[in-house]
């Protein structure tokens, strides 16, 4: 990405509209190939003002709930495909109204709620959510399947029945997988629910293919789609990836404003936080690339921790190593980190949040939106 930092605020997200355009072109490309439906996951990625781009190569989206199918919309200009661990009362007129399918969590949901879905003014396909008891997601706050899981139904939940007016079946068992994890749930999937796939009209893959990654298999899954509709020829095939569409689409601008050091560690103190605005980091925990430096210690380099700006006293990661010391002021540029952070930051401590633009070779770098006190206090107003 060769952008002029000195014209961007500090701290920023930045996307980089061509690297956008690269995986819209092969999520596209997939689409088109494996003749299925490629929708776009809210949860992973949701910056609405670039939905303009994202429409040029695809129309669907998902949500996960009344204010995301507003969203869809609204900025998407389509009705989503609509799945919640728990529709409320309060807020299932809305999912009816912008919704084209509502998948549901449980039987008891599905029975609640299945009166309203057909009574309302058009058509609403409706799904149910199964657990099909296997994934390799090693993290188990990303499993879906794990033991005791409280997403989707099991087969033995089913009773060898499909229940009244359900035509479709969502399962997610991924969490930036391969396309090969993806042949393995099948598998198990299939084993378990492949009765039931006859009375059906779709099947949604869910999310997590990690479509763009420069190491996956687009071939394979392509193969794997079309077999998969080969057996199963009434399906409609649904995948809805979050994390593939913005995958390294851009960066988080940071800088040092302080270097401290306790028992020979030096620590970086910056004006962003990893978990106010980085959560992942933390969650999964990854650690993120910094343009310039070296994942590790090295012994005889500049090796520090970076250290956020909020008082959780784990609000750090590390070791990086510089070929240089670092002092105040200096940028820190924190590689792909579009999804799964603008969607999930927060405004703990009520430290800065970083504004969101977007890079253009042509046009330079456009502000979508910055952040002051009134967006930290209209929270709790």
């Known amino acids: 990405m060769s952008i002029d930092l000195t ?29 299925v ?25 998902t949500a996960s709930g009344a204010n995301e199918a507003r969203l869809a919309a609204e900025e998407m200009k389509t009705l989503a495909h609509t799945y919640s661990p728990a529709f409320t009362e309060s807020d299932f007129q809305e999912v009816l109204e912008n919704s084209s399918h509502i998948t549901f ?48 139904i099991t087969a033995d939940q089913l009773f060898d029945r499909l229940p009244d007016g359900v035509e479709g079946f969502h399962f997610h068992t991924l969490c930036e997988s391969t396309s090969f994890d993806l042949e393995r749930t099948l598998e198990a999937f299939e084993s378990r629910f492949g009765k039931f796939l006859p009375q059906l009209k779709w099947v949604n893959f869910g999310g997590g293919h990690l479509i763009t990654r420069e190491d996956y298999d ?25 994390s593939a569409f913005a995958w390294e689409t851009g960066i988080l601008l940071a800088s040092v404003v ?19 605005h980085m959560p992942d980091c933390l969650e999964m925990p990854y650690q993120p690339k910094i343009r310039g430096a070296y994942q590790e210690a090295i012994p005889g380099n500049y090796n520090y921790r970076m250290g956020g700006n909020s008082c959780l006293a784990g609000d750090y990661m590390g070791n990086w190593s510089f070929d240089y010391p670092l002092e105040p002021g200096d940028n820190i540029v924190f590689e792909d980190m579009i999804h799964y952070t603008i969607v999930k930051t927060t405004m703990f401590n009520g430290v800065a949040h970083p504004a969101i633009g977007i890079w253009n070779e042509e046009k330079g770098f456009t502000l979508l939106r910055e952040f002051g006190y009134w967006d930290y206090k209209g929270r709790m107003d």
């Open 7 to 35: 014209k961007i605020p500090n701290p920023c997200y930045v996307m980089d509209e061509a690297l956008l355009r690269r995986n819209l072109e092969k999520i596209r490309g997939v689409s088109r190939e494996a003749g």
């Open 37 to 61: 439906e490629i929708i776009l996951a809210f949860k992973g990625f949701s910056l609405w003002k670039v939905f303009p781009i994202v429409r040029e190569y695809i129309s669907g989206a």
């Open 105 to 152: 969590n449980s039987l008891a949901q599905l029975e609640k709620f299945r009166d309203r879905v057909n009574s309302f003014e058009r058509a609403i396909s409706v799904g149910i959510r199964v657990n099909p008891e296997f994934s390799e997601v090693k993290t188990e706050l990303y499993n879906p399947c794990a033991p005791g899981a409280r997403l989707g």
């Open 218 to 242: 687009t071939g394979h899954l392509v193969q794997l789609l079309l077999d998969f509709k080969d057996r199963w020829k009434n399906l409609t095939v649904i995948l809805e990836p979050g």
């Open 258 to 276: 302080d270097i401290v050091e306790n028992k020979e560690i030096k620590t970086a103190i910056l004006n962003v936080s990893f978990t106010a």
